[in-house]
């Protein structure tokens, strides 16, 4: 099984380069960024996932000082054989690629999942998308005309399968080449987790497997360089997780883009400056 991810990460690899110039002018690297102001500018999203960011601000601050306490020297020593005096860019790379896995993997296994379909639907409420929502979730109308959002309809998505787990490691020694792998290593990992910021959409869009398929394959290079942006945030140490968050949130921003239009925008944000995504169609209350 292993030599098979092998052999696909290499055959990957290759189409994800040839996506680079695609993917920095499809744009959709830009909504990670803007879902960090979108939560900035509505405090009641914050609020929401206060005790979630809790808990993930442990878990970051334990994990990362225990990798970088434990394995920043040995990975040193390995990446100074490859690369000189630049060893500590490589071997701080790696530390903080393995923090960022060990720390997706606990979340998301204990606390991380149902709260990011919450929030994505929250997001897309607030755009304006009732009908898309109400597909899967239950939502409820106050006498002021507040929009509650109530249980899910569907169980939350396991967004983090073993073959991507194993695809991550196995590329991770790539960190070890100073910026030309860290590079390749972002468009490769970047072009895998950039769809799963959508699963929840394909989820209330009631996709088959097929239209999924070809929904992400039109716009490839757009998920690819969301996905790379979104990798780097996530890599922030102790702030990581924070950041997967907001990601979250960007990509409902896209989403609601892509409802509005028809999915005829891949993914340039140009309509979505800061001062106008601060007024929201539909008030909600989580």
Known sequence: MAEAIINEAKAELSQAISLTNEAIFSGAW????????????????????????????????????????????????????????????????????????????????????????????????QRGNVQLVEAGREVTTTGGGVKKLGKSLSKPLDRFSPQSLIRYLVTMPLNAIPFLGTTLFLLYNGKKLGPTFHGRYFQLKRFSSQQKVEFIEKRRAAYTAFGATALVLNMIPIAGFAFNLTSTVGAALWAGKLEQTGGQVDGNPKDERPGEIERDATKVEL
Request: glycine share 4%; charged share 10%.
């Open 30 to 125: 830009y909504y990670p960024l803007l879902g960090v102001h979108y939560v900035a500018s509505h405090p009641t999203l914050y609020k929401a996932v206060y005790p979630i960011l809790t808990k993930a601000l442990i878990t970051s601050v334990g994990i990362t000082g225990a990798l970088f306490f434990f394995t920043w020297l040995p990975q040193l020593a390995l990446c100074a054989v490859l690369t000189g005096p630049l060893a500590f860019i490589p071997a701080t790379l790696m530390v903080l690629a393995e923090s960022y896995l060990l720390v997706i993997f606990i979340s998301r296994a204990f606390f991380l999942s149902e709260a990011q379909d919450k929030i994505f639907d929250a997001v897309l409420l």
